[in-house]
């Protein structure tokens, strides 16, 4: 495990066996860290794929925030967003790894900003995964490419933070623009389970395994 020299944000990089092997993005949430998530290449894929974990750019109380939640989320979305762009950029020209085999991920306020960036790409990516997140600013900004782009979101039933209905509505909004959605649904808190883990390992095999 190692950063990725020249990148716009904190990052630490875990290759996978084969140089040619999909890439997974994973970005976290609100007041938390990168560290958080050095476990998901054990839940998911393990060396099939490659793992590029993103620290949000500004300090938090506790933690990281990729955007405020005092009104002002797309400013926040916006930064957030042309970082991500960089750091695709950068890893195409500088790491040889086209946008098509990148998945974007995230957990909550990274969900958010994977979908943000996702729909608004002009080359289509190889899958946005959105955990316990929803959709800011709708799907009027979004391209004709990036409608090639499978999505895989999910929310916990019982979410106190992020409610349900809401991430719900996003999903059929999505859907209805003509997005390839695999919506799934958890007895759960604003958390990840196992079970959440197992349907997302699977998704990625069928898109980028």
Same mark, same amino acid.
């Given at each position: ?23 997974? &993005? ?9 560290? =958080?998530?050095?476990? $998901? ?19 938090? &109380? &506790? ?12 400013? !926040? ?29 995230? $957990? =909550?306020?990274?969900? @958010? &900003?994977?979908?943000?960036? !996702? ?16 959709? $800011?600013? !709708? @799907? ?26 809401? =991430? ?42």
């Amino acid at each position: 495990m190692k950063p990725i020299a020249g990148l716009p944000l904190r990052n630490h990089f875990i290759p996978a066996e084969r140089r040619d092997s999909a890439l997974l &993005v994973i970005m976290h949430g609100l007041g938390d860290r990168m560290e =958080s998530f050095f476990d $998901f290449p054990e839940m998911l894929l393990g060396s099939k794929i490659s793992y590029l974990f993103l620290n949000a750019p500004d300090p938090y &109380v &506790v933690g990281w925030k990729w955007y405020d939640l005092d009104g002002q989320q797309e400013t !926040g979305l916006k930064n957030s967003r042309s970082l991500l762009d960089q750091t695709l950029q950068y890893l195409r020209k500088h790491q040889g790894i086209a946008p098509e085999s990148i998945v974007l991920s995230g $957990f =909550s306020q990274g969900a @958010v &900003v994977s979908l943000y960036t !996702g729909i608004r790409s002009e080359l289509p990516l190889a899958g946005i995964g959105a955990l316990s997140g929803y959709l $800011f600013g !709708g @799907v009027d900004d979004a391209t004709e490419a990036s409608k090639e782009t499978p999505i895989f979101m999910t929310h916990g039933l019982y979410d106190e933070v992020l409610p349900y209905e809401r =991430s719900e509505g996003h999903g059929q909004l999505l859907s209805e623009a003509g997005y390839k959605l695999d919506w799934r649904e958890y007895p759960m808190g604003h958390q990840i389970c196992q079970e959440e883990m197992q349907d997302f390992a699977h998704w990625l095999t069928a898109i980028a395994g």
